[in-house]
């Protein structure tokens, strides 16, 4: 695509490609300190259900209050967190974060409200996470109804016979599962049937969509549709306006997060004055 192919348009690239490198680097040797000193720390956002208003759970997200360069997204900390061991330490910390914090405002507002926490690939693929979550759960004395764990399409599709085994074995628990961004890989109707799944995700990128295309309401009426039909309860992520959230509702969408019903807010402020 350059087609100035001069020495000043190398050094650009350079210049742009050694920043780049060296923030990854940075934040990579950085992380793990960041994990001794508990840098890391969790944000809920409410989960909704579309036919009442109230929130019936939250979902936890991870932030890294890098001292330096301030804020920094889960999607540019978590890959490097899965090229290292400090997946599973990171894993660990939130799953007992999460059910001791939820177990807690449980008690506080006398509400069955559910906590969903993401799992990365290398957490799924790691023989010690059954032992993991139940531990967790039984130290906070959640119930495993209160805990729903996500796992993104692409990570179930990477091998989804090996994926069916273990959901099924963490579903004896009696947690529920959720497959996360939905729509942003190439499951087929077929894998996801043989999947022991409660709840699927539908990707923002459709929801995004909702109030300008006619199409991406027939593809999210039809995911929902499907969905139903094999008995999974469906929530939509990333909805910022009444208007998405008003075509959710008829289109028969269960539950919804996103901007427009709250933004991902640390313990102090989270979860509802309630309905
Ligand atoms: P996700 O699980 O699909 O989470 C939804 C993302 O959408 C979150 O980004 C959330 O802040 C953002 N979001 C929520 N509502 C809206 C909205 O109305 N509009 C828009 N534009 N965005 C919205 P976030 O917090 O940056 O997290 C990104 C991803 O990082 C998550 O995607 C999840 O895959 C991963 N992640 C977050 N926490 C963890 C964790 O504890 N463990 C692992 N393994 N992954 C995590
Ligand atoms: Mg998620
Ligand atoms: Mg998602
Ligand atoms: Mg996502």
């Known amino acids: 695509q350059a087609k100035t192919t001069g020495p000043g348009r190398y050094e650009f690239f350079d210049v742009a490609l050694r920043e780049r490198l060296q923030r990854r680097l940075r934040l990579e040797q950085d992380l793990r300190r960041a994990v001794l000193n508990e840098e890391l720390w969790v944000a809920y956002q409410p989960v909704v259900e579309l036919a009442t208003g109230r929130t019936v ?91 729903c764990l996500e796992i993104t399409e692409t990570t179930l599709m990477r091998d989804p016979a090996g994926a069916a085994m273990k959901l099924q074995a963490l579903r004896r628990l009696g947690v529920s599962l959720a497959i996360d961004d939905f729509g942003t890989g190439y499951a087929s109707l077929a894998q996801l049937l043989r999947l022991p799944l409660d709840v699927l995700k539908i990707d923002q990128s459709f929801v995004r969509e909702l109030g300008h295309s006619r199409e991406a309401e027939g593809i999210v009426g039809g995911i929902v549709a499907m969905a139903h039909s094999v008995g999974l309860i469906v929530i939509a992520e990333g909805v910022e306006t009444a208007r998405q959230a008003k075509i959710l509702r008829r289109l028969g969408c269960d539950q919804a997060q996103g901007y427009y019903f709250g933004r991902p807010e640390s313990t102090k402020s989270w979860l509802p004055p309630a309905a």
């Open 57 to 147: 759970g939250v979902e936890a997200l991870l932030r890294w209050n890098q001292p330096v360069l301030g804020v920094i997204s889960p999607v540019e900390f978590i890959p490097l967190a899965e090229e290292s061991d400090l997946i599973n330490k990171i894993g660990i910390q939130t799953l007992q974060t999460t059910t001791r914090d939820m177990a807690k405002r449980r008690r506080e507002l006398g509400l069955d409200l559910q906590v969903a926490v993401n799992l990365s690939a290398r957490q799924l693929d790691d023989p010690d996470l059954l032992v993991t979550v139940e531990r967790a759960l039984h130290r906070a004395m959640l119930p495993p109804e209160a805990l």
